[in-house]
């Protein structure tokens, strides 16, 4: 692992994980919570991955989800292990450290987002599969 920690004013500092140990602990019991756009989503993801967009896409540009803790909070305790992840990281970091603020005690983020879990081969579940 790569800690890579930043301070996230909740006394906790996030942690930054790459995608192989993601994968790791994904496969021992934590969650994997995207934060990426439904559209997103649907293109490709992570098996198991819940889906809690950070932002949306807007006429404006994106805007923030003003109910990302709330949400989350309906599928996760804040003692689950959670793992965040987005497209490319910028997201995720920001999604993680509003949950370590709101109270969620084992949050990490996934370092270079769905980009770097398709660069290196992992496998993806698409929403048309989900369908089958």
């Not at 993601?22 to 993801?45: C, I, N, P, W």
């Not at 910028?90 to 999604?95: D, E, G, I, Q």
């Not at 450290?97 to 987002?113: H, I, Q, R, T």
Request: charged share 25%; hydrophobic share 35%.
């Amino acid at each position: 692992m790569d800690p890579n920690p930043s301070p996230c004013g909740s006394g906790e500092a996030l942690v930054t994980i790459d995608v192989h140990s993601t994968k790791t602990l994904m496969s021992s019991g934590h969650r994997y919570l995207d934060v990426r756009t439904a559209e997103e989503f649907q293109k490709g993801h992570p098996e198991k991955a819940l889906n809690v967009p950070y932002m949306f896409f807007a006429p404006q540009g994106r805007v923030s989800n003003p109910n990302f803790v709330e949400e989350v909070t309906d599928l996760c305790s804040k003692d689950d292990f959670i793992i965040v992840g987005c497209q490319s990281g910028v997201r995720s970091l920001k999604a993680a450290e509003d949950l370590l603020k709101a109270g969620f005690k084992n949050v990490k983020n996934m370092g270079g987002g769905y980009i770097a879990w398709l660069e290196n081969g992992l496998e993806v579940k698409k929403k048309v599969d989900e369908l089958r």
